[in-house]
Nanobody, 122 residues
Framework: VQLVESGGGLVQPGGSLKLACSVS????????IGWFRQAPGKEREGVAC???????RFSDSARGRFTVSRDNDRSLAYLQMNSLKPDDTAVYYC?????????????????WGQGTRVTVSS
Protein backbone atom coordinates (compact mmCIF):
# COMPACT_ATOMS: atom_id res chain seq x y z
CA VAL A 1 0.00 0.00 0.00
CA GLN A 2 1.35 3.40 -0.91
CA LEU A 3 0.02 6.91 -0.42
CA VAL A 4 1.87 9.76 -2.07
CA GLU A 5 1.08 13.42 -1.45
CA SER A 6 1.91 16.15 -3.92
CA GLY A 7 1.15 19.79 -4.53
CA GLY A 8 2.88 21.41 -1.59
CA GLY A 9 5.06 24.46 -1.91
CA LEU A 10 5.50 28.09 -1.01
CA VAL A 11 2.46 30.35 -1.22
CA GLN A 12 1.74 33.87 -0.08
CA PRO A 13 -0.84 34.57 2.61
CA GLY A 14 -4.28 34.62 1.07
CA GLY A 15 -3.23 32.25 -1.67
CA SER A 16 -4.41 28.75 -2.54
CA LEU A 17 -2.92 25.32 -2.97
CA LYS A 18 -4.42 22.01 -3.99
CA LEU A 19 -2.83 18.93 -2.52
CA ALA A 20 -3.28 15.52 -4.08
CA CYS A 21 -3.00 12.09 -2.52
CA SER A 22 -2.34 9.22 -4.88
CA VAL A 23 -3.38 5.86 -3.46
CA SER A 24 -2.16 2.49 -4.65
CA UNK A 25 -2.27 -1.05 -3.33
CA UNK A 26 -5.83 -0.78 -2.02
CA UNK A 27 -9.18 -0.08 -3.61
CA UNK A 28 -9.60 3.51 -2.58
CA UNK A 29 -13.37 3.41 -3.00
CA UNK A 30 -13.57 1.26 0.14
CA UNK A 31 -11.47 3.58 2.28
CA UNK A 32 -11.96 6.86 4.05
CA ILE A 33 -9.22 9.42 3.49
CA GLY A 34 -7.98 11.80 6.12
CA TRP A 35 -5.75 14.82 5.88
CA PHE A 36 -3.46 15.77 8.73
CA ARG A 37 -0.74 18.31 9.23
CA GLN A 38 2.21 18.80 11.52
CA ALA A 39 3.75 22.19 12.06
CA PRO A 40 7.28 22.57 13.42
CA GLY A 41 7.33 21.86 17.13
CA LYS A 42 3.68 20.87 17.24
CA GLU A 43 1.75 17.65 17.31
CA ARG A 44 0.11 16.22 14.25
CA GLU A 45 -3.47 17.44 13.92
CA GLY A 46 -6.41 16.41 11.81
CA VAL A 47 -7.52 18.82 9.13
CA ALA A 48 -10.25 17.07 7.17
CA CYS A 49 -11.58 13.71 6.14
CA UNK A 50 -13.81 12.28 3.46
CA UNK A 51 -15.64 9.03 3.93
CA UNK A 52 -16.45 6.33 1.41
CA UNK A 53 -19.85 7.92 0.84
CA UNK A 54 -18.15 11.31 0.39
CA UNK A 55 -19.34 12.85 3.62
CA UNK A 56 -16.77 15.33 4.87
CA ARG A 57 -15.62 16.84 8.12
CA PHE A 58 -13.28 19.71 8.81
CA SER A 59 -11.37 21.00 11.76
CA ASP A 60 -12.34 24.39 13.10
CA SER A 61 -9.26 25.93 11.51
CA ALA A 62 -10.02 24.43 8.11
CA ARG A 63 -13.77 24.87 7.93
CA GLY A 64 -14.82 27.45 5.39
CA ARG A 65 -11.40 27.61 3.76
CA PHE A 66 -10.55 24.03 2.83
CA THR A 67 -12.46 21.48 0.81
CA VAL A 68 -11.78 17.80 0.36
CA SER A 69 -12.75 15.58 -2.53
CA ARG A 70 -11.99 12.21 -4.02
CA ASP A 71 -11.80 10.58 -7.44
CA ASN A 72 -12.07 6.86 -6.88
CA ASP A 73 -11.61 6.05 -10.57
CA ARG A 74 -8.18 7.69 -10.50
CA SER A 75 -7.39 6.66 -6.90
CA LEU A 76 -6.82 10.28 -5.98
CA ALA A 77 -7.94 12.42 -3.08
CA TYR A 78 -7.59 16.17 -2.92
CA LEU A 79 -7.34 18.89 -0.32
CA GLN A 80 -8.11 22.32 -1.72
CA MET A 81 -6.81 25.02 0.56
CA ASN A 82 -7.90 28.64 0.10
CA SER A 83 -7.24 31.84 2.02
CA LEU A 84 -4.07 30.35 3.39
CA LYS A 85 -2.51 31.83 6.50
CA PRO A 86 1.00 31.59 7.93
CA ASP A 87 -0.45 29.32 10.64
CA ASP A 88 -1.25 26.78 7.91
CA THR A 89 2.47 26.20 7.40
CA ALA A 90 3.10 22.51 8.04
CA VAL A 91 3.83 19.17 6.50
CA TYR A 92 0.54 17.78 5.23
CA TYR A 93 -0.19 14.07 5.22
CA CYS A 94 -2.95 11.95 3.78
CA UNK A 95 -4.01 8.72 5.39
CA UNK A 96 -6.43 5.90 4.66
CA UNK A 97 -8.62 3.70 6.80
CA UNK A 98 -11.13 1.00 5.92
CA UNK A 99 -13.61 1.85 8.65
CA UNK A 100 -13.57 5.41 9.87
CA UNK A 101 -14.94 6.14 13.31
CA UNK A 102 -12.90 9.13 14.41
CA UNK A 103 -11.99 11.54 11.63
CA UNK A 104 -9.31 13.49 13.48
CA UNK A 105 -7.63 10.69 15.43
CA UNK A 106 -4.41 9.76 13.68
CA UNK A 107 -4.32 6.34 15.34
CA UNK A 108 -7.48 5.40 13.47
CA UNK A 109 -5.69 5.37 10.14
CA UNK A 110 -3.86 2.32 8.81
CA UNK A 111 -1.91 3.79 5.93
CA TRP A 112 0.02 7.04 5.61
CA GLY A 113 1.84 9.05 3.01
CA GLN A 114 5.23 10.63 3.50
CA GLY A 115 3.90 14.18 3.56
CA THR A 116 4.23 17.30 1.47
CA ARG A 117 5.44 20.60 2.84
CA VAL A 118 3.31 23.71 2.68
CA THR A 119 4.83 27.07 3.55
CA VAL A 120 2.68 30.17 3.74
CA SER A 121 4.86 33.24 3.80
CA SER A 122 5.30 36.57 2.11
Amino acid sequence: VQLVESGGGLVQPGGSLKLACSVSGILMEYYAIGWFRQAPGKEREGVACISKDRSTRFSDSARGRFTVSRDNDRSLAYLQMNSLKPDDTAVYYCAAVYHLSQCFISGEYAYWGQGTRVTVSS
